[in-house]
């Protein structure tokens, strides 16, 4: 079965600065990989998705996550943050075996110190 | 195109009362989903429905929650009697069918057991 971590709980970056959060999987083939947001009182939003192929994947709001199959990581990247991307993100990953059922990662909250 | 609807946002209520939550999904969408986040966690995948039959209910508690998709649309979960740990948000998702496709949240139930 899969499963996915997310080692920071809370992390505070400055309005500006870049953001790096990290999400480590585990599955034994190519997994689908994904990152959500939830920004407070709001559902999740999908960011960006990997399925396969170029394995640095752009998304919205100026995110790009890289899969790396060495280091078993699809690292969420923003070069420069904004007030408004204080959130709840969640990592979630996705067994190519299974029907549409996907298992999220417990979350990193992101903090913008102005 | 409407988003997936939830209804009611807030619900409090005493343990062993008896509470559903109705979701709407983006119409045309086959797969419909219920999750639980628990304060400080990822959401869990309680029920997964494609059109009105059920692919995966492996982790909801069937001796208290109840869920069905009449008509392959609508959705109703239900959870009777309920306990103090299933104080959570309740969160429905829809998709069109398959893992790759993006799953779109509604905005939740928040559930509050005293």
């Known amino acids: 079965a899969q499963s996915v971590t997310q080692p920071d709980i809370h992390i505070t970056v400055s309005e500006g600065a870049s953001l790096e959060l990290r999400c480590n999987y585990s599955?034994?083939?190519?997994?689908?990989l994904f990152w959500y947001v939830q920004s407070p009182g709001q559902g999740l939003q999908l960011l960006l998705k990997y399925f396969s192929g170029d394995t640095l994947v752009q998304g919205i709001k100026g995110f790009e996550a890289e899969f790396k199959r060495s280091q078993s990581s699809f690292n969420l990247r923003k070069p420069s943050v904004h007030w408004s991307d204080a959130a709840e993100y969640f990592c979630?990953?996705?067994?190519?075996?299974?029907?549409?059922?996907?298992?999220f990662g417990s979350g990193t909250r992101l903090s913008i110190r102005p | 195109e409407a988003g997936v609807a939830q209804s009611p946002r807030y619900k409090i209520i005493e343990k062993r009362q008896s509470v559903a939550f109705w979701c709407n999904p983006i119409?045309?969408?086959?797969?419909l989903y219920w999750y639980q986040q628990i304060l400080g966690q990822g959401p869990k995948l309680l029920i997964q429905?494609?059109?009105?039959?059920?692919?995966?209910d492996s982790q909801l508690p069937k001796d208290r929650f109840s869920a069905e998709r009449l008509k392959g649309v609508d959705s109703t979960l239900k959870i009777q009697p309920a306990k103090l740990e299933d104080s959570a948000v309740y969160l429905c998702a829809s998709s069109l069918a398959r893992v790759t496709d993006t799953q779109y949240f509604g905005p939740g139930t928040r559930l509050t057991v005293l």
């Open positions: 119409s045309g969408h086959a797969t």
């Open positions: 599955y034994g083939a190519t997994p689908y």
């Open positions: 429905f494609q059109n009105n039959g059920v692919v995966d």
């Open positions: 979630a990953v996705g067994a190519r075996s299974s029907a549409s059922k996907i298992i």
